[in-house]
């Protein structure tokens, strides 16, 4: 998947596995924290509108939804994007989408949610570290196999 010939196919990996991706990691949160999806989206809106995000009901719940998505296309760009250029990332697309899941756990842990307008102040224990890490290294896998998987059934087809 290098150079301009990839563009559409790069474009439509990108938009799959960024929309797949971030609705995998709304359910997972849900799962992890023992609450509803539209909990969760409230959560994420949170970022964006504070406390006020909970009271906002199906309004807010897709505000969240919106910005999940929007975060989630832009980390599967920023993937797909370096998976074009750099050809170690398409060949092993889960050593490094695994790896990639972890940077973005990294980066969402702790210097996006800290710099949002949420107002998350507890500190999560091992256990739930270990679990959003997980479903952060489940949504990096998603992100780097959606293309590898849309590259080798064009080639079967």
């Given at each position: 998947m290098a150079g301009g010939a990839a563009v559409g196919p790069l474009f439509q990996a990108i938009v799959i596995g960024g929309l797949v991706a971030g609705s995998?990691?709304?359910f997972a949160a849900a799962i992890i924290n023992h609450v509803g999806p539209g909990v969760i989206l409230q959560a994420?809106?949170?970022?964006?509108l504070g406390k006020a995000s909970f009271q906002g009901g199906e309004t807010t719940m897709a505000v969240g939804l919106l910005l999940q998505w929007g975060m989630s296309l832009i980390i599967a760009a920023i993937y797909g994007l370096a998976?074009?250029?750099i050809p170690a990332l398409p060949r092993r697309p889960v050593?490094?989408?695994?790896?990639y899941g972890v940077g973005v756990f990294l980066v969402m842990t702790f210097v996006v949610v800290?710099?949002?307008a949420a107002h998350?102040?507890?500190?999560p224990s091992i256990t739930s570290l270990l679990e959003n890490?997980?479903?952060?290294?489940?949504?990096?896998l998603i992100v780097a196999l959606t293309p590898w998987l849309m590259a080798k059934r064009r080639v079967s087809a």
């Open positions: 995998v990691d709304i994420i809106a949170s970022g964006l998976a074009a250029r050593r490094f989408g695994a790896l800290p710099l949002s998350f102040k507890a500190r890490l997980g479903a952060m290294i489940l949504f990096g």
